[in-house]
């Protein structure tokens, strides 16, 4: 099995970004993780950031050409803007789990709306970087 990983705007500074609400690993540590999970599930982990809408959505259709069995998403605040993400995951037909590493329902109400979360197959958010490892688990069930 193959799951890839997209991260999106700012995630790229985890480890020194508000660390009281994201923590203090790293893309990388949480990247760790993951692989290391994933080879005890029999997975292969993709993971990738990107501070650009259009690489997110480029990167779910890339999910389905290599036949991705899960991908997991934290869209970061994309999450709370973007259609064409919407889209993307609604046109590729892979199920995406959403991850948030806050639980936004908590903070601003900006960020309670999810247009990912729309098209998700279900989201896992408030678990610093175990949201990561939980999605791992809920994608390894599918
Ligand atoms: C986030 C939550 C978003 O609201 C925020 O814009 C992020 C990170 C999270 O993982 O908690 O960039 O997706």
Redesign the pocket.
């Known amino acids: 099995k193959l799951v890839y990983v997209l991260n999106?705007?700012?995630?790229n500074l985890l480890g020194t970004r508000e660390p009281d609400i994201?923590g203090s690993q790293t893309l990388d540590d949480i990247g760790a993780l993951l692989v290391e999970r994933g080879e005890e599930l029999d997975i292969a982990i993709d993971m990738r950031q990107s501070n650009h809408e259009g690489h997110l959505v480029d990167w779910l259709h890339e999910a389905r050409a290599e036949g991705a069995s899960a991908v997991l998403l934290?869209?970061?605040?994309y999450?709370?803007t973007s259609v064409a993400l919407l889209d993307a995951i609604r046109a590729i037909g892979v199920p995406v789990i959403e991850?948030?590493?806050?639980n936004?329902h908590t903070?601003e109400s900006f960020?309670h709306t999810s247009w990912v979360g729309m098209a998700a197959k279900g989201t896992i958010?408030g678990f610093g970087a175990d949201s990561y490892l939980l999605a791992l688990e809920a994608a390894a069930r599918l």
């Open positions: 999106g705007p700012n995630l994201y934290n869209a970061g605040a999450t709370h991850v948030h590493l806050s936004p903070r960020r958010a």
